[in-house]
């Protein structure tokens, strides 16, 4: 997948729980998702990157600040945090007999993916919400076009 960003301007600007001015996709596949939240009739409301998680990393032990990618609100009253992430790193690297650099930095961002994502379950729990993470694979089975 090639890497862009860009910005995004929603069509159904009353659906858009946040300043509809600052919205940015930061790849294909945030961007398809949002034109589908935008028009999905059972999405009441959206944004993206207004809600943030404080989280401690485990592979510094700092505290950091997660952006969410998608919150949605839904038509029957269910509301859920989104992350859009490749399939590979939402899994463990393989173990690898050689510890090379990109091996090493593949941790640590699957560490790093970890902390955000128990921080990001649990806030969510606390609001009576639901985190979830998408794939390549969940944006096909919902429907949302993907580039190949």
């Not at 032990?61 to 997660?66: A, C, L, V």
Request: hydrophobic share 30%; net charge positive.
């Amino acid at each position: 997948m090639k890497y862009y960003k860009g910005r995004y301007t929603p069509k159904n600007l009353k659906k858009y729980e946040g300043d509809f001015a600052k919205i940015v996709y930061r790849s294909h596949w945030e961007k398809m998702a949002f034109k589908w939240c935008d028009n999905n009739k059972d999405i009441i409301g959206w944004n993206s990157e207004e809600v943030v998680v404080p989280y401690r990393c485990k592979s510094d032990g700092k505290m950091h600040r997660y952006f969410i990618d998608l919150f949605l609100r839904m038509k029957d009253g269910r509301c859920y945090l989104i992350e859009i992430k490749p399939k590979k790193q939402t899994q463990p690297p393989k173990e690898r007999s050689r510890k090379t650099k990109k091996y090493l930095a593949e941790v640590m961002t699957y560490a790093k993916n970890i902390s955000k994502w128990e921080a990001a379950t649990a806030f969510a729990d606390r609001r009576g919400m639901k985190f979830q993470v998408w794939h390549e694979g969940t944006l096909k089975s919902l429907g949302i076009k993907l580039l190949t």
